[in-house]
């Protein structure tokens, strides 16, 4: 049966960061639609022309886009015993359809990870924050520095910085989070599958303790 771990937290929160060491620690796919969304824009696809406005002003991609690409993206084989999904679902709406979809592949959600990150340090972070041109992996200045500047360790790639990570467009996906994400966060605790992490800690503190929530179930 298909198992799905599902990452909540507001941008900055170390989602990316976590999924990844997740993903690779239990062997399921990482996937991440804003990784996906990036990826259509930078080959200029349709769904990139129509994703651009939304991501560079910060706002979320319409509810019937975002669920039809992670539609397809679950339906390829290496999601075939899973996934980590990070970043989806981030509305009710979004929440809705994953749980049909889940149902019409036989699988279930294992849990609903929720990195908690003070405002003030998710601002830190986005400011600090590399990504690699190739695969997306995340570094950050002080927490997290690659071995050589401006280049990916794993890949070799090129580093860049997140045209949404701008001050002002933080601020706004910040409130975009509040105003239409944070409610997953009840709504998954309602139905028990919410496991809640402190994400002020270091990046290995925050993965042991996530581990060993997991293995408590
Ligand atoms: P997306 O790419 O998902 O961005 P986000 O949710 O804003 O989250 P981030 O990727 O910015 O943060 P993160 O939590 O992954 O943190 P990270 O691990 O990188 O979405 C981008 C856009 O795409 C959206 O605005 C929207 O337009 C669109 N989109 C995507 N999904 C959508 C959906 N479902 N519906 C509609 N639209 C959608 O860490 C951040 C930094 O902190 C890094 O530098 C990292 O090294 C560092 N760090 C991580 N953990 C720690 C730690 N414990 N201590 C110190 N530093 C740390
Ligand atoms: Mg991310």
Not at 201 to 215: H, N, Y
Request: charged share 30%.
């Amino acid at each position: 049966m298909p198992v799905y771990y599902l990452m909540l937290g507001a941008p900055g929160a170390g989602k990316g960061t976590q999924a990844k060491r997740l993903s690779d620690k239990i062997k399921l796919a990482h996937i991440s639609s804003g990784d996906i969304f990036r990826d259509h824009l930078k080959r200029d696809t349709e769904l990139g022309k129509l994703a651009r406005g939304f991501m560079s002003r910060g706002e979320l991609v319409p509810d019937d886009i975002t669920i039809a690409m992670i539609r397809e993206r679950l339906l390829q084989s290496d999601c075939a015993d899973g996934a980590v999904l990070d970043g989806f679902p981030r509305t009710p709406a979004q929440a809705k359809h994953l749980e049909t979809l889940i149902a019409e592949l036989n699988g279930r959600v294992a849990k609903a990870i929720y990195i908690r990150v003070a405002k003030e340090t998710l601002i830190k972070r986005l400011s600090g924050r590399w990504m690699c041109r190739l695969h997306g992996h995340v570094y950050h200045d002080i927490h997290n520095p690659p071995k050589t500047p401006g280049v990916c360790d794993i890949d070799g790639s090129e580093l860049y910085q997140r045209d949404d990570d701008k001050a002002e467009t933080v601020a706004h996906r910040i409130n975009v989070y509040l105003e239409q994400t944070a409610p997953l966060i009840d709504y998954y605790r309602d139905r028990n599958y919410l496991i809640e992490i402190n994400g002020e800690q270091s990046i290995d503190a925050v993965s042991s303790d996530l581990l060993a929530k997991l293995k408590q179930g």
